[in-house]
Structures are given as C-alpha cells and as structure tokens.
C-alpha cells in the first residue's frame, strides 16, 4: 500500500491576486507543510472549459499527503505556513483521488498537464460505468501523444466522480492527436454524448489544462 | 485509421419502432429534429427501413437514418450543441417510442 495519496483542487483566483505568484506559493507550500510531499499548481490558459470560478487565470492545485494525513487542498491553505495566500484564493472545487489505472512515462522538461474532472449520472449501470472506464484507461494505448496518465475515482465531497488526467510534451499533442484519433471520437465520446442511448457522463465538466515544469504524474 | 482532421465522420442513427409507427416518425424526425441538426453541420444522407414482418412474428420496423459531417473539428462543433433541450427532449421522445436504439459514430475504415 502507497505511503502517500493524491489530491486535487481548483483554486479561483481573487481579483487583484497574480494567478502566476499564488501558483509560485502554492509549489513553496512543499517545502513547509509537513505532511506535503509534493505541490504541483498550474494557471488555467483563456481556452479551458470548466464552470464558472475554475476557468481561464484559475488554478489547477496538485497535492501528494501522506496516506494518514487527515488533510483536504483546504486544510493545508489553512496551515499557517500558507498565510500568504489567504485571501488569494478560494477552493472552487476539491477531491482526493483514488487510482482505477494510470502509468509513468519519463519525460524531460516543461510539459502541459491536462485534467478531466467528470460526473458519471446518477443511476448510471455499473457495467456500463466500468466500459467507460476501462475505454479512458484505453486511450494511452491508442494516442501517442499522452505520456504520464492517471484515471481516477474521486473521495470526498465533489459534485465531480472521477479525474482523468494525462501530461502532453506540448499542446499540440492535447489538441491534435488526443482530439483528432478516431478511438476518441468513434468510442470514447460516445460516454460523454447526450444524443447516445448509453452515455453515462453528465454534460457539466471541467477540461483543464496548464503548463508545468516538472512532472506531475 | 490514423488522427486527422480532414477524414470524413458518419452518425448512423437505428431506431427500432413498432409496427406502423415508422413513418410518423420519420416525419417528425424531419420537423423536429433535422433542422436543428443541421443547423450543426449534420447533412443528412438518407434514411432506411425494414418491412414489417407479419403480425406476430416480429412487430418492430427498423428505421436507420445517416448522417455525415466533413471533419472530425465540424463532429465537435456540432459535438457542443448536443446538449441543447430541444435534442435532448427529441431523443427523450424517441425512446418512449422506440423498442431500441442505438447511434453510432463512424470513420473510414482501415
């Protein structure tokens, strides 16, 4: 069993707040909570599609805590170590996550970090639920282009079930292949489309993305 | 098939209704959902049907109706309106009808 887990948050900026120096504050955070092994934060671009607070100059916040620390993204912006962010931000939306699949791929540099979070209806059958997964888990094998990748189902409370999330070399690879392959537009789409008989995924999602320095995944 | 923009996409639509219900609803396929439809890209390439087998031996007609779009940038477009009420209320009213129903998103094959 993993001594550490994954967490997510997206942060909505305060107006008059740089986006830019909260995601330089958030990463510092590593290095003062204790129980924060990692803190990865990226500034939404204008192009991301999410619900209103998590959308362009918001923040997507990537924790790892230790397995038994009892923190939400709030409970360490709480800690006194994050006081020069209070009044920066406020938590739009946050889950823990907890992995149905995902896969390392080393790759050097800046990269873009693209995460999906999703609903999956209430009363949705449970095999289909698990073809949509097991189709997203599927993608990596078909496009090329995803390097790093993690699909997960989400703890806590969130109106969002599940995270899809995958590193790109570069944008390109996220608006090009990952949109153009057929496996995606022929059969994972149809989870996602209200016009299917069988679509299990609720319209309202959060596609955000964001450019990283370092591996995320 | 290889990740591009330019292949052409197919949404084959097969509707199976009861017997004699067929052609109301392709009628009001024409009136309540093609304009909207293409309004979104779709261009409509024909629509099919079985013949009614005798009574009691299968009482349902399959309708199947084609679509095409020219890209897979135009599916996506069109993609964004599909959760607009009136489609969602047209396929809602279709399945109180229909005995099945399945959609499918097509490329070229190889």
């Given at each position: 069993m993993s001594d550490t887990r994954r967490a997510l948050a997206v942060l909505t900026v305060e107006e008059g707040r740089d986006p830019a120096a909260v995601a330089d504050a958030l990463r510092d955070l590593a290095a003062a909570v204790p129980e924060l092994r990692a803190s990865?934060?990226?500034?939404?671009p204008s192009t991301v599609v999410a619900p209103p607070g998590m959308g362009a100059g918001a923040v997507t916040w990537d924790l790892v805590l230790d397995a038994d620390a009892p923190h939400t993204p709030g409970d360490v912006l709480a800690h006194g170590a994050a006081h020069r962010l209070a009044g920066a931000v406020t938590v739009a939306s946050e889950v823990g996550l907890d992995p149905l699949a995902r896969n390392h791929v080393a790759l050097d540099g800046p990269r873009i970090k693209r995460t999906l979070l999703l609903t999956v209806r209430?009363?949705?059958?449970?095999?289909?639920?698990?073809?949509?997964?097991a189709d997203l888990a599927a993608m990596p094998t078909h496009i090329g282009t995803i390097r790093s990748w993690s699909l997960s189902r989400t703890t806590g409370r969130s109106r969002w079930t599940h995270a899809w999330?995958?590193?790109f070399a570069s944008l390109d690879g996220l608006t090009g292949e990952y949109m153009l392959h057929p496996f995606h537009w022929t059969t994972v789409d149809a989870w996602f489309d209200p016009e299917m008989p069988d679509h299990v995924v609720d319209p309202v999602l959060?596609?955000?993305f964001a450019q990283y320095g370092g591996p995320v995944l | 098939m290889a990740a591009?923009?330019?292949v052409p996409v197919r949404i084959v639509d097969r509707v199976t209704l009861p017997r004699g219900g067929a052609d109301a609803w392709v009628a009001r396929?024409?009136?309540e959902y093609r304009p909207s439809a293409?309004?979104?890209g779709y261009v409509l390439e024909g629509v099919w049907q079985t013949r009614a087998a005798d009574p009691g031996v299968f009482d349902g007609v399959d309708v199947v109706v084609e679509w095409r779009l020219p890209g897979v940038r135009e599916f996506f477009r069109a993609r964004a309106g599909s959760h607009a009420p009136a489609t969602v209320a047209w396929w809602?009213?279709?399945?109180?009808l229909a005995l099945a129903r399945s959609r499918s998103v097509l490329g070229p094959q190889g």
């Open positions: 990865h934060a990226g500034v939404h209430p009363g949705a059958r449970a095999d289909a639920v698990a073809r949509f997964e999330e995958q590193e959060a596609h955000l | 591009s923009a330019e396929m024409h009136r293409e309004a979104r809602a009213a279709t399945d109180e």
